[in-house]
């Protein structure tokens, strides 16, 4: 390709659109344009880019005997109203309406669509298992679109979905996609970690999310620096505190405050000048309709999942003002443990708390010296608050680490839940009708290569990996009005061609400057300067994208070098 024909339009100036590095560099390399908010058009540079990470997870999908297949984008309403999901999904879905009143919607995922279709075709036990695949544009109304390719209305899946006999099957597909992501990730030169996330409230089902970490990642991720342990902020894991034998001689006797206004922590360890850490947090909520009491230090925060879980019920929120007035006695943020006859729920760190302050059960009040034990018994104690940094690991002796982290994959194991309420059924060896055991595997493309650019890139551009760079050579003669350097360039750069190295030959009537501030923008990885001074002496320059790196070769060595670096 000769850059005078490229059209990749670059840009000096940082676009206001762009918030973030990946979408801003890929903004002015001229590999995208924005249509509409969270939309987009690929440049010829951009989907070069996008084209090779789907190429990778072809290959690494086909491994895993995944089958490539296309489903529809435009879905119809039916199937979803089969899975409750067409009411679920809300605002994010796009909707729309054919000529005869027909409901439909652009697909923002494939479950039921697939589910659907396997659901009149499988019939026996020797169809499975079933690894079928696809790419292709997902669309969700996002009310905030932004981060260029991170957040988008019209985005790019790959997604994966698997069909089992049994849970022995799920597992082998489970860790199939499992690992094959881990090599999709490596070889798009990209840094993702493995975090245990959680799969929703209820069900024990397990699923793991692929994060790059980067800055400006939106979810928080918790690992452990010592061993493989990582885990999304809402999953990690809070080791249960052993409980010491507390010395009630160094119990105090209760006493009321009158705190007045005081209702939020901050203004009690104020008023009373004691620190987050002695305070109980007391949150009343309504589970299945009944109200419960959960208790956190009052510097952690509760995590509702875990609650949830531990309650095992199927809906729970917070009660509203009037529900807690009934049954503390005061307005909200005076609740305490003692004397409200509710199940309490604990969380482990409350368990060693000596002369803790909590609220009074009544307005302006709370209570110094509450101990568990003496002043009150919780029904249960279990892990129900959030993990922060610094909590020590789960798995190991080390401490947790928090870092932001940018979701580029998912696998999920879905269990019976799309193939029971779509009838997706199979007869195994005895005649018997089983559901199928599903599971699905999803990678976003474009997401994938925004993450790339934020772990590869310095002050002068994007730093592309070998593997998923657009192109990966720059020729640059200094003066392409020079025959000399015209006609070496152009040698090198047919050679090139030849042995199949992606070349791009800089072909401008442009000032050095400006070629080299484009190649360093794009991030071509290799450039071959041709410039006077080195081919008075024989010679061209190579100089390396990442490292900037340099030597001069004699010109009838540098295609032989350049194959290998590539190849490399
Ligand atoms: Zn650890």
Known sequence: MRMSQL?????????????????????RAGMLRRSAAGIYTYLPLGLRVIRKVEEIIREEMNAIDGQEVLLPIIQPAELWHETGRWADYGDEMFRLVDRNNREFCLGPTHEEIITAL???EVRSYRQLPLRLYQIQNRYRDEIRPRFGLMRGREFIMKDMYSFDRDEEGLD???WAAYHAYERIFKRCGVLARPVEADSGAIGGDITHEFMVLADSGEDLVLYCPDCDYAANVEKAECRPIESQAKDSALFKPVEEIHTPGSSTIEQITEFLKVKPEDCIKTLIYTA???????????DHTLNEIKL???LGCETLELADDETIHKLTGAPVGFAGPIGLDIPLYADYSITNMINAVVGGNKQDTHLVNANLGRDFTVTQTADLREGEPGDPCPRCEGHLVGARGIEVGQVFKLGTKYSSALNASFLDESGKECP????????????TVAAVIEQNHDKDGICW???????HVIIVPVSIKDQEQASVANAIYNKLEDAGVEVVLDDRNERPGVKFKDA???????RVTIGPKSLKQGKVEITMRRTKEQIALPVDDVVDHVVKLVKS
């Open 172 to 174: 082998q597909s489970y």
């Open 7 to 27: 059209y990749s339009p670059t840009l000096r100036e940082v676009p206001a659109e762009a918030e973030i590095v990946s979408h801003q560099l890929m903004l």
């Open 308 to 310: 949830q879980k531990v």
């Open 436 to 447: 199928i055991i599903m599971g699905c595997y999803g990678i976003g493309v474009g997401r």
């Open 118 to 120: 396997i659901r009149s």
């Open 465 to 471: 990996p070998m593997s998923i760079a657009p192109y």
């Open 520 to 526: 360093d923008l794009i991030g071509f990885p290799i």
């Open 288 to 298: 299945d309709d009944k109200p419960i009491a959960a208790l956190v230090r009052g």
